[in-house]
């Protein structure tokens, strides 16, 4: 099973990024798909998970109003749009896979994509 993170970058604070999440169609049926980051030193955190069907979503506090999950399951992909954003959303973002929904511990979730970074700066 594997997930493929991409579309991190550098970016100047206020603006916009949109990651990706792939998956072969096998690993995403059926499973929620979450969002996580990790700054440097710090722990990993929730992001937000979008369910399988219906499209529900589930966001932390910092990340309504500002970042939004989708899918198409056509493509096998998930994506996190972030707007608005700060430099304190610096962090490698990683994308994984649960059949909890919903769920915001890392713990539950199966498979884990290798991360992308994103970097906001002020």
């Known amino acids: 099973v594997q997930l493929q993170a991409s579309g991190g970058g550098l970016v100047q604070a206020g603006g916009s990024l949109r990651l990706s999440c792939a998956a072969s169609?096998?690993?995403?049926?059926?499973?929620?798909v979450g969002w996580f980051r990790q700054a440097l030193g710090k722990e990993r955190e929730f992001v937000g998970s979008i369910s399988w069907v219906p499209d529900s979503t589930y966001y932390t506090d910092f990340a309504k109003g500002r970042f939004t999950i989708s899918r198409d399951n056509a493509r096998n992909t998930v994506y996190l749009q972030m707007d608005s954003l700060k430099s304190e959303d610096t962090a490698v973002y990683y994308c994984?896979?649960?059949?909890?929904?919903?769920?915001?511990?890392?713990?539950?979730?199966?498979?884990w994509g290798q991360g992308t970074q994103v970097t906001v700066s002020s």
């Open positions: 169609a096998s690993t995403f049926s059926g499973y929620a």
């Open positions: 994984a896979v649960t059949d909890i929904w919903p769920s915001i511990r890392s713990s539950t979730y199966d498979y």
